[in-house]
C-alpha cells in the first residue's frame, strides 16, 4: 500500500527557513505524482508544490514559488521553505497519485480532490 510519513515541521520565526521530509513507502514511487499541501485554520487544504516522480517538472502555487522548493531524493521528497512568513503556518501534508488527465497529457496538479494518498501532516508554526 502507499505510506507516506512527514517529518520536519516545528516552530521558526518569520523569515526562516524549515525543510519538511516525506518518507514514502515503495508502492509510493509507482505513482506519478507527489506533492506538498497545506491547510491552515479555517481554510481549505491548498497545493503548494508537486512533481513528476523521477522527473524535472515542478508546478508551484504563486503565493509559494519564490519562497519554497520541491525536490525528491531516494524514497524521500522534500520542502525547503526559505523567508518564512506568519501566513506559512499551516498543518503541512505530503501526497500521492498517478496525476489527472488534460487533454491527451498526463499532468501532476496542485489540486487536493486529484490525490488520494495522503500523510498524516505535520505542523509549521510561523511567528
Known amino acids: 500500500h502507499v505510506q507516506l510519513v512527514e517529518s520536519g515541521g516545528g516552530s521558526v520565526q518569520a523569515g526562516g527557513t524549515l525543510r519538511l521530509s516525506c518518507a514514502a513507502g515503495?508502492?509510493?514511487?509507482?505513482?506519478?505524482?507527489m506533492g506538498w499541501f497545506r491547510q491552515r485554520p479555517g481554510k481549505d487544504r491548498e497545493g503548494l508544490a508537486v512533481?513528476?516522480?523521477?522527473?524535472?517538472t515542478t508546478t508551484y502555487a504563486d503565493s509559494v514559488k519564490d519562497r519554497f522548493t520541491i525536490s525528491q531524493g531516494k524514497n524521500t521528497l522534500y520542502l525547503q521553505m526559505n523567508n518564512m512568513k506568519p501566513e506559512d503556518t499551516a498543518l503541512y501534508y505530503c501526497?500521492?497519485?498517478?496525476?489527472?488527465?488534460?487533454?491527451?497529457?498526463?499532468?501532476?496538479?496542485?489540486?487536493?480532490?486529484?490525490?488520494?494518498?495522503w500523510g498524516q501532516g505535520t505542523q509549521v508554526t510561523v511567528s
Open positions: 501526497a500521492a497519485d498517478n496525476g489527472r488527465m488534460i487533454g491527451r497529457v498526463r499532468e501532476c496538479t496542485l489540486a487536493s480532490v486529484d490525490y488520494n494518498y
Open positions: 515503495r508502492y509510493t514511487y509507482k505513482r506519478n505524482c
Open positions: 512533481l513528476w516522480i523521477g522527473g524535472a
